[in-house]
Antibody, heavy 118, light 110 residues
């Protein structure tokens, strides 16, 4: 059974960094695109970026709002994907979800909350 | 402001039918597949429709999707109180190289 679990969220001060993890089970993470999404409190869904599967080159694509600050990576040996978030801003406050792609997202984690505040 | 446009809210009585529209342009809906997600309060999104009109296993046929040109529509028949949720359309945008969501539509079953 496919399962995704996010972790690593919490309260962080503006300008600091945080790394989120997405631990997968039931499939090999390297065989699929793995996307990160976020949802600010009371707001809609926003795509953050994705890392392509190995057969698609393992390259990454990011939303303009996080380009240059966020980095998605993957450790296939541990079956974990990461979202490294640097230079965090208050507007990055959101629930962060990982989901398995590509194209459409049938499997999502439960989310991990990130709050950026002093 | 979302590039994909959805009505903020729709409502209908139990047992009735409702449609939710999603409008985009030639760079997204007009040239790529559309997916629809249901999000119940406090939970992760759930895939309802993919590739414009395909239902994943376990999604009842009360839910349907269609696409025409640069617009897509989600239809829900036989409304139930458990269908009260936020619904989002989603499509890849080839010009922006980005996944786009609509702003979401809150369904109320009166």
């Amino acid at each position: 059974e496919v399962h995704l679990v996010e972790s690593g969220g919490g309260l962080v001060e503006p300008g600091r960094s945080l790394r989120l993890s997405c631990t997968a089970s039931g499939f090999n993470i390297g065989d699929y695109h793995l996307s990160w999404f976020r949802q600010a409190p009371g707001k809609g869904l926003e795509w953050v970026g994705f890392v392509r599967g190995k057969t698609s080159g393992g390259t990454t694509v990011y939303a303009a709002s996080v380009q240059g600050r966020f980095t998605i990576s993957r450790d296939d040996s541990k079956n974990i994907a990461y979202l490294q978030m640097n230079s965090l801003k208050p507007e990055d406050t959101a629930m962060y979800y990982c989901a398995r792609g590509p194209g459409f997202y049938a499997y999502w984690g439960q989310g991990t909350m990130v709050t950026v505040s002093s | 402001q979302s590039v994909l446009t959805q009505p903020p809210s729709v409502s209908a009585a139990p047992g009735q039918k409702v449609t939710i529209s999603c409008s985009g342009d030639s760079s997204n809906i007009g040239s790529n597949y559309v997916s629809w997600y249901q999000q119940l309060p406090g939970t992760a999104p759930k895939l309802l429709i993919h590739e414009n009109n395909k239902r994943p296993s376990g999604i009842p046929d009360r839910f349907s999707g269609s696409k025409s040109g640069t617009s897509a529509t989600l239809g829900i028949t036989g409304l139930q109180t458990g269908d009260e949720a936020d619904y989002y359309c989603e499509s890849w945008d080839s010009s922006l190289s980005a996944e786009l969501f609509g702003g979401g539509t809150k369904l109320t079953v009166l």
